[in-house]
Nanobody
Framework: VQLQASGGGLVQAGGSLRLSCAAS????????IGWFRQGPGEERDFVAA????????YFHDSVKGRFTISRDNDKNTAYLQMNSLKPEDTALYYC?????????????????WGRGTLVTVSS
């Protein structure tokens, strides 16, 4: 599967963005999808994940209550809705696919990665 993340941009603190992760191939619905982010000079960190059928979701504590994750298997696309954005959310955001059916937060469980989309939150 090939993935392409989009939807990043510059937003003021308190604002919202919706990231999309478009996948090629017919196997999208057999994968769980995760979102990760990487700030300058930092490691890639888990943000959120969703199981193959949307039945399980998993969020990092720092985004709980602010971010939601969803997917549309008919459109081969997953989404990350980000609300109440903070300057510390600034990072390059990546989506990734895992053969684990349930949502997983472990980076090593993901085998396919898209290019990142940059999110910048100004104070």
């Amino acid at each position: 599967v090939q993935l392409q993340a989009s939807g990043g941009g510059l937003v003021q603190a308190g604002g919202s963005l919706r990231l999309s992760c478009a996948a090629s191939g017919r196997s999208f619905k057999t994968y769980s999808i995760g979102w990760f982010r990487q700030g300058p000079g930092e490691e890639r960190d888990f943000v959120a994940a969703i199981g193959w059928d949307g039945g399980t979701t998993y969020f990092h504590d720092s985004v709980k209550g602010r971010f939601t994750i969803s997917r549309d298997n008919d459109k081969n696309t997953a989404y990350l809705q980000m609300n109440s954005l903070k300057p510390e959310d600034t990072a390059l955001y990546y989506c990734a696919a895992s053969r684990w059916l349930a949502a997983t937060n472990r980076l090593q469980n993901y085998h396919a990665w898209g290019r990142g989309t940059l999110v910048t939150v100004s104070s």
